[in-house]
């Protein structure tokens, strides 16, 4: 039996110990809506996540592209194009592989 009137007690005065009613229904909707918030921030975060992943890919492709260009040039362009080259090779490797910045190359070809 509940003492009802005992302010020691769990439950608040003159209800039963586990909750029911409103409050306790109120507890289930809050704890079912936490974790479906929950849910749509780990969905949005994974797909932030891949769509950057997606674009330093496709800039490192584009940067990859440009360097080659530059390099292509042979015998017509000067060593400070080779340089840039190398530099823009440089960030199209961090950009593939981390998010730290290149150390600065010296112009391999003068």
């Known amino acids: 039996m509940d003492d009802t009137n005992n302010p020691t007690s769990e439950a608040p005065y003159g209800q039963a110990e586990g909750g029911g009613g409103a409050a306790a229904a109120a507890r289930r ?6 974790a479906e918030v929950k849910e749509k921030v780990a969905d949005f975060g ?4 891949d769509n950057i992943d997606e674009s330093r890919k496709s800039t490192a ?3 990859h592209q440009t360097a ?5 040039g042979g ?26 910045p290149p150390q600065t190359i ?3 070809r003068t």
């Not at 994974?46 to 996540?49: E, F, N």
């Not at 015998?75 to 730290?100: C, G, K, N, P, V």
């Open 29 to 34: 909707k809050l704890s079912e809506t936490a």
């Open 46 to 49: 994974r797909k932030t996540v």
């Open 61 to 63: 492709g584009a940067l």
């Open 68 to 72: 080659t260009k530059l390099h292509s």
């Open 75 to 100: 015998d017509q362009l000067s060593s400070a194009a080779h340089a840039a080259a190398d530099q823009i090779s440089a960030w199209r490797t961090i950009l593939r592989t981390s998010f730290e």
């Open 106 to 108: 010296s112009a391999r």
